[in-house]
């Protein structure tokens, strides 16, 4: 059977705004045109990337919220189309695909994606089903899929503490398509941009308590003590009415502008002066890859995985984590987890370094592409 040939089944709760997400959109947009079969299983419809996805995916829709009620759809939607991999991106979905494909008994390929670290995912839980059942299906699952594809060093260090040692865990940074970046990056100049005064300070992502932001919000407080500036944070999520709190609390109100998700956050980044990443953890940022793309300088924690650190300075040992200082990079800076005395710092220093240097090899689409191409159907990576 051909590469063109092929049948591939996508695992996803929905198409929400994510890097995960982003990356498999990219992936099942790139089977489709290659002249594969693909099928998206959603739990739920609708999401930030809806109209992005080919219109030669089929998408199936389960209509549920719960993982035990898609697990029973799933397995029925694989022996139905019987494909040739299946494909998962994010902790639950990996379990619950993994298991489905197990119970359909149909011979397939079980491909999952892991994009943070399960050791940190696993020590947020507080339930005893997530503290106990979830971390021992992962294991016994996990063990048993074709490939684990670990988007950095760090993550495939993490997995095989998890699992063990595992001879199925690849290394496979996120796909970039650098001239579209570019390209969408020079489209236009937001409103924000011309209805405040910079320099601009830049957050992209998720408000979510994993993204700690108030570490963001209390060292953009330090720097704007020395230097005027302004603030943007573009993105959604369940933490927004808190940091909204927390930046009035700061009377910060007029420098802080929250702008919500947007489709093009490459003219943001175009824009900027400095890209701030202040995750407690990361497996291999998009939003850094993308900023560095986009020659805007970047502040970001040297947090657990390691992602940052491989993006930012990629000739230093992965494992090493700042504790007590800032880490000059020729794109920025990297600085300790939950520091804001660190990062404001670390954000005066960095406005003033010329234009970024930044390898893109790395990350290029095409090469990447390669890489899931083998790991997806064939098997060799």
Known sequence: MSISSKKLLFFMVALQSGGGERVTVDLMNYFVQKGNEVTLVLMDDGGFYTDQISSEI?????????????????????KEIR??????????????????????????????RVGSPLTVVFSRYT???????????????????????????????????VIGSSKNIVTIYNPKDIVEIN??????????????????????????????LSTLVEAFAISRATRKLHL????DG????????????????????????QENPYVYMKNSDVLVLPSLSEGLSNVLIEALITNVRIVATDCPAGGSREILAPTTDYTKRLIDRIEKTKSGAL???????????AILETLDLRTPEFEYNFFLKEHIMKQYEQALLKGIV
């Open 58 to 78: 089929r998408v199936r829709y389960l209509h549920t919220k719960k993982f035990t009620h898609a697990l029973s759809s799933l397995v029925g939607i694989i």
């Open 83 to 112: 494909p040739t991999t299946v494909f998962s991106s994010s902790m639950h979905t990996n379990v619950v695909l993994l298991i489905a494909a197990t119970f359909s008994g149909v011979r397939t390929r079980r491909v999952i």
């Open 127 to 161: 339930s005893w089903k997530d503290k106990i059942i979830l971390p021992l299906l992962t294991k016994f699952f996990y063990r048993r899929s074709t490939k684990i594809i670990a988007v950095s060093k760090g993550i495939a260090d993490d997995i095989h503490t």
């Open 183 to 212: 390209k969408k990056s020079n489209e236009y100049v937001p409103e924000v941009f011309r209805k405040h005064t910079g320099p601009f300070i830049l957050y992209v992502g998720r408000l979510v308590t994993e993204k700690d």
């Open 232 to 235: 943007l944070l573009v993105g």
């Open 238 to 261: 369940g933490e927004k009415e808190r940091i909204q709190k927390l930046v009035e609390d700061r009377g910060l109100s007029t420098e802080v502008s929250f702008v919500g998700a």
């Open 335 to 345: 600085v300790p987890v939950a520091s804001p005395t660190h990062m404001g710092h």
